[in-house]
C-alpha cells in the first residue's frame, strides 16, 4: 500500500475498508447481542431473540411489581415539579388573602407570627402549598392544622400560596457568622450545606425558605424529622439529613435562621 | 508569510489569553478543595469555577487553535492565499462573540452546569446559546477547510494533497461531524427548556448526544498535535518522516472510528444497552491503533534524524538529537505524557477496569495529563514554530521556551499522577470540598496537595508561554523565510485516491454512526415518557 | 546450457520501512484485539458486565406509588435467598442513607434517581454506577468481608453534590438474617 502501484494492481481500498468495517461491526453485533448475554449467568432470557432485544436496549417496563411493601403511615401524595404555582394571578392572591383571615390568630396578620408558629411571608408557594395538602391527608399530622385545613380545597390551597408567597418577607439584620453546619455541612455524614437546598444557594422544589422562622419551630421540625415524628419529606430527604445532625448543630442550624432574614 | 497571518494570530492570542485565564482558575479551584484551604464558604463559586474553566479550555481553547493552525496550514502547505477569507473571519467573530455570551452568564452565576451541562440540570439559556455560536462559527472553518482543499484539487489533478492539509482537512471533517451531536443536544433539548419553552427533557437521551460529541472532541483536539509531530518535527529536528502513507493512514482511521464510540463514556448508564456498549467498545479499542501507528512512524522518523547526526547503535542515536531545540524537547514531553495517559485511557475504555474509577478523579487526572499534557505543550511548540512566519519579528527566547516546556511537562506529571492514585483510593469529582479529617479519606489529603504544587508550577509554565509570545510580538523584525513542513523519505508522485480524499471515509464514518448510535437515538426517541422535568440552576441570582 | 539467475536484489530502504511498518500495524492490531478479548473474558468470569436491561420508571410517581416508595426502599431477602437493594439517589442524599448488605450472599442494586444525574460509588468497590432521571440502574455485586465502606454520588448534581455522601454496612450474613426477621426492608438508616 506504501508503494507506487497502478491503480488497477490488487484489491481497491474502498471493497477493503468497506469489507473490513462491516466485518467487524457484523462480528461485534454478533458477539455482543447474541453471545454475550447468553453467556451471563444470572439473567434470565426468555429465548435468544429476548436476549437480543435486551442489548439493544428495547425499553422493558419495570418488572419491580414483586411484593412492594406499603408503609403503615400516610406519606405525602403530591408530585413536585418547579414549574408548579408560577405566576399566580391577581385573584388568586385576593381569594388567598380572604381564606388566610382565619389564619391570622397564629400567623400573624401579615403572615408573621408573633409565637412559634412558623412566618408564612415570603415563604415559596410550593412550600406553602404542599405543607396544606400534607397537613389535610395526615402525611403530616398536627392536631392543629389537620382540623383547620381538612375543608380547604385544592384550589384554596393554590390561592393560600399565591397570597403568603407575595406578602413582603420580615426584614431582620443579620447576625453573625453562619455556623459550620449551615454553609458547609457534614459531608461525610451526608448533610449538604442547607442553603443548597433552602434558598441561599438554590432552591430545590418543594423546600421551604428558613430565614427569620422561629428557632424553637426549627428546632422542633428538625428533632421530628430525625425521630421520625415528622415524615412527609419526600424520600425521607429531611429525615437523612437530621438523623446525621448532633443537638448541637440543630440547635446552632435554629439559632441562626431564626436571626437571619 | 502567509497573507492571512492577522487572522491567525486573532485565533492564536484569543485562545492563548482565554487559557491563561482559565489557567489561573484551575489552580485556585485545585487549591480551594484541597486540605490547604479550608472548606469554601460558597460553594457556588467552586463550580461556576469549574464551568468557566471547562468551557474555555474544551470549547474555546482547542478550536481556536485548530482553526489558527489550520488556515496555517492550508496557505502554507497549498502555497496560495486562503480561500474565503472574509468567511474566516466571520467564523472566527462568531466564536469570539459565542465565547463572551457564554461566560457571562457563567460569571454572574447562573449557569454553574459544568462543561458537560448534563439536563436536568439547566441553566441560562445564553450560556448555551453561545456554545452553540462557537460552534457555528467552527463549522464556517470546516467548510474553507473542504473548500481550499478541493479548489487545489481541481486545479492540480492527481496530485498528491500535500500532506498537511490532508492531515488537516480530516481533522475538520471529524469536528464537523462530532460537533452535531451537542449541537442536537443544545438546539433540540436543552434550549428549549432553557427558555421556557418546555419544561421536561429526556436526561439519558441528552447524555447519548452529548456522548456523540464527547469522545471525538477530544481527537479533534488531538489534531494539530498530531499534525505538528507528522509535518513539523522532523523538519525542525532536521530529520525526515518515515511515511507519507502511513501517516495518511492514520489520519483517516482517526476520520472513520474516533466518533461512533463515544457510548464508552455511558458504560455505567441504564439507558443504553449492553449489546451498544460492547459494540462501541469493540471500535473504541481500534482507534488506539491510529495513535499506535503514530508513535511508530514518529518514533521512526526521529530516529532517522538522530542518525544523520551521527547516532549509531540500538539506542544511541537518542544522544545525538538536538535536544537543546524546543521543538524536540516539547515533543518528547509530548510522547511521555501521552504514553501514560494513553496507557489510562486503555483502561478506560474497557468496561471491567473502568468500573472501578469511572467518575473518581482518576477520570480528571486522565484527561488532564493526556490533554493539558501531551496535546497542548504541541499547541506551545506550534504557536514557538510558526510564531515568526505570523509575526514576521525573531523568537529567539529559547531559553525560556525550554523552561517554559520543562515546567510544563514537570507541573503536568506532578499534578497528574498523584491526582489518577486518588481516584484510585475512591475519591468522587466534582465536589468543592472534602473532609480531609475523616480517616477514610485521610490518606487522600497529602496527594492532592501535590497535586496543587503542580498545578502552581503549571501557572508559571503559562505565564512563561504568554512571556515568550508577548516578546515575539515585540521583537526585531526579520525575514521568517519559506515556511517548510517535513519532507517524507520518499515523497509520493502519486498516492491512491483513498489516502487523497475523504469520500470514502466520510461514508464509513457515517454509517458506522448509523450502526452505532442510530438504534439507541432512535429508540430513545420513540420512547413515550421518559422526559423529567428541568431543574434550574443559578435561577435566583 | 546453465543459466545463471541473478542473485535477487536485497531489499531496497523503502522496502525494509515498508515491511517494518507493516510487522508493526500487525502487532498493534494483535494487542488491541488481544485487549478486547481479554475485556470480554473477565468481564464474563468475574460478572461484570453491564446490565442487560433497560427498564425506565415514571419520575413523578416515583413516591408515590410502586417500587421505590419510601417504605420498599432498603434491603430485601428474595426467596431464592439472595438479596435486592432497593434505593434512590436525590439532590442530596441517598435512602436509605446507610445501606445494610449482608456477606457471601448475591446483591442486586436497583438504583435511581428522583431528581437530577447522580453518581453511585462504593469505595473500593467496582460497584460504579450512573442515576439518570428516569431510568434504573442495576449491578449485582457480592461482598466477602464485612466493614464500611463510603458512598458518595460522583456525578455534579447541584450546589450540595459535595456533601453526597451515603453509606453501606456489611455484615455477617447470620447477623443480618436475625435483622431480617423483624422487619422486610433493612438499612442502618437510623
Known sequence: MMRERPASEGVGWVPVSIGMTAAIAVASIIVGFGWLPLQQRGEEFRGVWDAICS????????????????????????????????????????????????????????????????????????????????????????????????????????????????????AQPASGAPPQIVTSGAPVRGIAPCGSCHGALEVKVGAAWLGGQPSDYLRAQLKAFSSGARRNDIGEQMRNVARAMTAEEIDAASRFYADRP | MPSSRRLILAHLWFAFVGFGAALLLGEWQMYIRSPLHTWISDPEWYYRSVTAHGTTMAYVLPTLV?????????????????????????????????????????????????????????????????????????????????????????????????????????????????????????????????????????????????????????????????????????????????????????????????????????????????????????????????????????????????????????????????????????????????????????????????????????????????????????????????????????????????????????????????????????????????DYSDPAIAAQAAWVTMSVIGGAILVLSGALFLIVLVRGQMAARIEPGLYRFSVALREPRTVPAALNGFGLWLGLMVALTIVNYGFPIAHALATPGTGVPAVMVGVGR | MTQTLSPPLPPSPEDRAERAEHRWAAVAVAVVTLLVVVAAVAGLRQEVMPQSRIETVNLGTLHLGGEFVESNLGSAIEPDGSVTVRAIGQQFSFTPSCILVPTDTPITFRVTSSDVVHGFLITGTDINLMLVPGYISKITAHFQTPGERYMPC?????????????????????????????????SCAK
Open chain 2, 66 to 434: 485548530a482553526m489558527g493552525f489550520g488556515y496555517f496550514v492550508t496557505e502554507v502547505a497549498l502555497k496560495r492565499p486562503l480561500i474565503g477569507l472574509r468567511w474566516a473571519w466571520l467564523g472566527f467573530a462568531l466564536v469570539a462573540l459565542g465565547t463572551f455570551v457564554a461566560i457571562i452568564p457563567v460569571a454572574l452565576g447562573r449557569a454553574s452546569v459544568l462543561y458537560t451541562f448534563y439536563p436536568p440540570l439547566i441553566g441560562d439559556p445564553f450560556y448555551y446559546i453561545g456554545v452553540v455560536l462557537v460552534v457555528v462559527g467552527s463549522w464556517i472553518w470546516v467548510a474553507l477547510m473542504g473548500v481550499n482543499m478541493y479548489a487545489w484539487k481541481r486545479q492540480n489533478p492527481g496530485a498528491p494533497v500535500p500532506f498537511a492539509m490532508f492531515a488537516t482537512v480530516a481533522g475538520s471533517f471529524l469536528w464537523g461531524w462530532t460537533a452535531v451531536g451537542a449541537a442536537l443536544e443544545l438546539l433540540f433539548q436543552i434550549i428549549p427548556v432553557a427558555l421556557g419553552l418546555r419544561s421536561t427533557i429526556d436526561a439519558g437521551l441528552a447524555r447519548v448526544f452529548f456522548s456523540w460529541t464527547l469522545h471525538a472532541i477530544v481527537y479533534f483536539w488531538l489534531m494539530p498535535t498530531y499534525i505538528a509531530y507528522y509535518t513539523i518535527v522532523p523538519r525542525a529536528i532536521g530529520g525526515r518522516l518515515f511515511s507519507d502513507a502511513m501517516g495518511r493512514l492514520a489520519f483517516v482511521l482517526f476520520l472513520v472510528v474516533a466518533m461512533p464510540i463515544g457510548i464508552h463514556h455511558l458504560f455505567q448508564d441504564p439507558q443504553v444497552g449492553a449489546g451498544f456498549k460492547f459494540l462501541q467498545s469493540v471500535f473504541t479499542a481500534i482507534v488506539a491503533v491510529p495513535t499506535l501507528l503514530t508513535v511508530f512512524t514518529i518514533c521512526a522518523s526521529v530516529e532517522i534524524a538522530g542518525r544523520l547526526r551521527g547516532g549509531k547503535g540500538l539506542l544511541g542515536w537518542l544522544a545525538t538529537l538536538p535536544w537543546d531545540n524546543p521543538i524536540m524537547l516539547g515533543t518528547a514531553f509530548s510522547f511521555v505524557m501521552l504514553g501514560f495517559g494513553g496507557a489510562g485511557g486503555l483502561i478506560n475504555m474497557s468496561y471491567q477496569l473502568d468500573s472501578t474509577i469511572h467518575n473518581t478523579q482518576w477520570v480528571t487526572g486522565h484527561f488532564h495529563l493526556i490533554f493539558a499534557g501531551a496535546i497542548v505543550i504541541m499547541y506551545f511548540v506550534i504557536a514557538y514554530d510558526i510564531w515568526p512566519h505570523l509575526t514576521g519579528r525573531a523568537l529567539d527566547s529559547v531559553r525560556l521556551m525550554r523552561a517554559q516546556l520543562w515546567t510544563w511537562f514537570v507541573g503536568m506529571i506532578v499534578l497528574t499522577f498523584p491526582w489518577h492514585y486518588v481516584g484510585m483510593l475512591g475519591m468522587p469529582r466534582r465536589m468543592a470540598f472534602y
Open chain 1, 55 to 170: 442489548a439493544a436496549g428495547l425499553v422493558q417496563v419495570s418488572s419491580g411489581t414483586e411484593q412492594v411493601v406499603q408503609a403503615d403511615y400516610p406519606t405525602t401524595r403530591i408530585e413536585l415539579t418547579p414549574q408548579m404555582l408560577r405566576n399566580p394571578s391577581a385573584q388568586s392572591i385576593g381569594r388567598g388573602a380572604t381564606l388566610a383571615l382565619r389564619c391570622t390568630m397564629c400567623h400573624g396578620a401579615r403572615g408573621l407570627s408573633k409565637a412559634d408558629t412558623p412566618n408564612l411571608a415570603g415563604q415559596y408557594p410550593i412550600a406553602i402549598y404542599k405543607q396544606l395538602m400534607d397537613f389535610k391527608s395526615g402525611a403530616r399530622a398536627s392536631a392543629v392544622m389537620g382540623p383547620l385545613v381538612s375543608d380547604l380545597s385544592d384550589a384554596d390551597m393554590r390561592d393560600l400560596a399565591a397570597y403568603y408567597a407575595y406578602l413582603p418577607r420580615e
Open chain 3, 154 to 186: 460522583h456525578e455534579f448534581c447541584g450546589m450540595g453534590h459535595e456533601g453526597m455522601w451515603g453509606r453501606i454496612k456489611v455484615v455477617d450474613k447470620d447477623a443480618f438474617k436475625q435483622m431480617a426477621a423483624s422487619t422486610r426492608r433493612l
